[in-house]
């Protein structure tokens, strides 16, 4: 088994590759009939009201209130739902104001992209700069204003979805165009922190798919041009830290989360459990890395109390008791995440863990997996991908 440092976009999860080798007997294989998982009662979504019909009949549903019914339906996962009321909604095609079609296009293909039917979401994204979608098109409805009223999350999953069809070259270039266009909406005078944020996320999003392809150089080169001009930005020296780590190169990572305290430590506790948890992750890698798990397992669960929905110290702890082998005891730890947190812990990576450590720890995990199985699908958001478990 080995584990491999985080992407540049992950808060320092680390993965579980299991290889195909037997366990070693040291690390407690287990009896053959593995006990049932502590799970959570099954709980369903409670039924939101149709988001299509008003409660009033004399007060019909404004576009507010359908992009709220819309929003709450998405933030619970209900994909499915969503996309068969966008399917029966004739208020978005017959309103009079043209940017309710972009709401239309922008729920219809989240929930697309989020069941994986890839080439329909993207279908609808090909001509987001026609000048159906700027404000001058309609000068009696939108008097004085120009520009783009497309949202900022719908041209960037224009850019990631030919990823998912195998393009990734495509979406690789349809990143660096969309960094382009921030910049240029920086260098227009628009709100800055907005646009800096959304350069930041854009550059991070080009910097994920540059280490798949271990092009570690560029993506340090990316980073830095960021840095340069945001020295006081702990999360852009951590992204540096993590992609040094890709390449081997600990101690320029060491110089990076040590920059990560000095920030930390000047802003006096401004920052919250959320800045402290990211240095004690960091240091947690760095033990890691040197095979100290004693000490990074130290460091996760500081984070945990402090936080205790914490995914990759949750995670990574586990990690960390299986190579001390504690296989039993990191099994409790993600039993336990999805037993007190629920809805934090319903992640495909720790799913992958908990099954594997399953795997290694029973002989006939088969049914233990499934029981996880069943759970998942009736309490798991549409998009989770149930593969995870391997049954």
């Known amino acids: ?14 993965t579980l590759a299991v290889s195909d080798q037997r366990p070693d007997p040291a690390m407690e294989p287990g009896d053959s009939s593995p006990p049932q998982p502590p799970f959570p009662a099954a709980t ?138 921030v910049r240029e909406r920086i260098e227009d005078g628009g709100d800055g922190s907005v646009w800096r944020r959304r350069e930041e996320f854009v550059i991070g999003s080009i910097v994920s798919h540059h280490l798949a392809q271990k092009e570690y150089l560029l993506c340090v080169d990316l980073i830095r041009d960021v840095i340069v001009r945001d020295r006081e930005n702990a999360g852009l020296w951590s992204r540096l830290g993590y992609v040094q780590m890709q390449f081997g190169d600990v101690e320029g990572a060491r110089a990076s989360f040590v ?74 730890v993600l039993e336990s995440a999805l037993e007190r947190v629920p809805t934090a812990a319903l992640n495909e990576t720790l799913i992958v863990n908990l099954c594997s450590m399953y795997e290694l720890a029973h002989v006939n995990h088969t049914e233990i997996k499934r029981t996880l199985s069943n759970w998942i699908a009736q309490v798991a958001p549409d998009d989770f991908d149930t593969s995870c478990t391997r049954v």
Do not use: Q
């Open 1 to 14: 088994m080995e584990f491999s440092p985080p992407e540049a976009s992950s808060p320092n999860t680390i």
């Open 44 to 181: 369903r979504t409670p039924s939101l009201s149709d988001p299509l019909t008003s409660p009033n009949p004399s007060h019909p549903l404004t576009l507010s209130d359908l992009a709220h019914e819309l929003a709450t339906l998405a933030a619970h996962g209900s994909y499915r739902i969503l996309l068969d009321k966008l399917t029966r909604s004739l208020s978005l095609s017959h309103s009079p104001l043209p940017h309710s079609h972009l709401l239309y296009l922008a729920f219809n293909s989240l929930a697309l992209a989020k069941l994986r039917r890839y080439p329909d979401a993207l279908r609808d994204l090909d001509d987001l700069d026609s000048p159906s979608y700027r404000f001058e098109s309609y000068p009696d409805t939108y008097p004085g204003m120009a520009g783009s009223f497309v949202p900022f999350g719908l041209r960037w999953m224009r850019c990631l979805l030919p990823a998912k069809l195998g393009k990734k070259g495509e979406t690789i270039d349809r990143l660096y165009e969309l960094l382009g266009f």
């Open 259 to 332: 920059e990560v305290e000095r920030i930390i430590s000047n802003k006096k506790g401004e920052e919250g459990v959320r800045m402290l948890n990211l240095a004690s992750r960091n240091k947690a890698l760095m033990y890691m890395v040197g095979k100290d798990y004693v000490s990074a397992l130290r460091e996760y669960e500081g984070c945990i109390e402090r936080d205790g929905s914490d995914l990759a110290a949750i995670n990574n702890k586990a990690l960390c008791l299986m190579y001390l082998r504690d296989l039993s005891g990191s099994i409790k």
